[in-house]
């Protein structure tokens, strides 16, 4: 069957289709203003159910294909050690990590999360709700549109995105646990507030937010400045997101490393493109 965005979203609720009709242009307004005070905005039951379920068994069916690691990382997600620096300094407090990818590239062509990745009817909305343009579809082809499977014991600590811009769409919710927390805009262009990000590392929470996704929500998530992590998972139930990304550069991809420790292989796109930063911030 030929896919079409409006068996995926509910376009009755959401009309991204049709970006000046008023409707969408209240829900535009909304995300905005959340966006800009808070670097998160969550629209409730964008997926349709019936999609939902496709999306949910296109990764079950590859779930072999999910590349799993397991290793200790600091929150620029790296996981050497840089000897050089203070002791104390945040690049050097290490944390577990337990997570997998489905990578983007492992998808197949009648993908239902890649075809809605690529309409512009998505790129168009996520733009207007942050109010920047232009944005761009990611060229990473591991990291653009992965899967996200955290299995039972599964951890997320915190870190910022190698991307400006993350889109959450939670598929299946774990039992417990799992919880997404973030601090708002912690760091910008040009200034990495190491002290800051040194006390929520220390354990500070009075900056820390919490977030509760249920299955069908989009989250919007400004990822590269605000720091963020997933509590650990338990229960029996895996938690599955796919998380779409947005950039500002339409030719930068992850670096080599962390396409390595990350999604488990190094593509010649990623030797290619491996250049210093524009904004100045450590990925
Ligand atoms: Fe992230």
Avoid at 98 to 119: H, I, P, Q, R, V
């Amino acid at each position: 069957m030929k896919k079409s965005l409006s068996n995926i979203v509910d376009l009755d609720k959401y009309p991204i289709h049709d970006l000046q009709s008023p409707k969408i242009k209240k829900i535009i307004e909304k995300c905005k203003t959340e966006l800009d005070n808070d670097s998160c905005s969550v629209i409730p039951n964008f997926i349709l159910p019936n999609s939902l379920n496709v999306m949910k068994k296109e990764l079950e069916q590859q779930l072999n294909d999910v590349y799993m690691s397991k290793e200790s990382i600091n929150a620029y997600l790296y996981a050497k050690d840089d000897p050089t620096l203070p002791k104390d300094h945040p690049k050097r407090i290490f944390m577990d990590r337990f997570n997998g990818y489905l990578n983007s590239d492992c998808f197949a062509k009648n993908s239902e999360m890649k075809f809605l990745y690529e309409t512009d009817e998505l790129l168009k909305f996520v733009s207007a709700c942050l109010g920047i343009a232009p944005i761009y579809r990611w060229a990473d082809p591991l990291a653009c549109h992965a899967y996200n499977v955290m299995e039972p014991d599964g951890i997320l600590p915190w870190h910022f995105d190698s991307c400006e811009f993350t889109l959450s769409l939670m598929i299946q919710k774990p039992d417990q646990g799992g919880i997404f927390e973030y601090c708002p805009n912690i760091r910008e262009p040009g200034n990495e507030r190491f002290d800051e990000v040194k006390k929520v590392l220390d354990g500070d929470r009075s900056k820390v937010k919490q977030l509760k996704l249920k299955p069908g929500d989009l989250q919007i998530f400004k990822g590269r400045f605000t720091m963020h992590r997933v509590t650990k998972i338990t229960g029996k139930t895996s938690r599955y997101m796919c998380i779409p990304a947005y950039v500002l550069d339409p030719w930068r991809v992850n670096t080599p490393e962390h396409s390595k420790a990350i999604y488990g292989k190094v593509l010649p796109i990623h030797l290619e493109r491996n250049k210093v930063r524009s904004d100045g911030l450590t990925d």
